[in-house]
């Protein structure tokens, strides 16, 4: 299981809300390269996002289910990479001062990708993971900019 930490300059509200706006989904996962559609109902339980990963023209469509949805401290995903197989994504966020720090945990749950040795899954999913969290910074600061900038 990849364990990957990192403290933000925003609050979990941000992230949350990050977390909560499908149509940045891509933006910030590492991998994903567009999104086709979103159940109305996300992100609560049980609600989809149709999204694709890969690098055009080798795409491939998928999905992936929101599990909880704890805002702004938990959220955890199954998302799907088929023909590779699911892994499960939990993302957590606790205050810290001003900002917060974000844990972000996911390990392979169905399909070939239990076939490589956790060792190896870990450095691989961890090494994309620092990024993916970085992205989601950015996003996150980013929407609540916008947010700051069209209620000012």
Known sequence: MAVTVRRF??????VFAALADPWVYPTWVVGASRLRAADRRYPEQGARL???IGVWPFVLND???VEEWDPP?????T????????????IEASPRGPGCVVRMEEHPVRGP???IPSMLADVILHVRNVETLRRLEWVARGLAGSRASASA
């Open 113 to 115: 990708v239990t076939l």
């Open 9 to 14: 300059s925003c609050p979990p509200e941000d």
């Open 50 to 52: 149709h999204h694709s």
């Open 79 to 90: 998302a799907r990479t088929w023909p590779f197989g699911e892994e499960r994504v939990q």
């Open 73 to 77: 401290r938990r959220m955890v995903l």
């Open 63 to 65: 999905e992936t289910k």
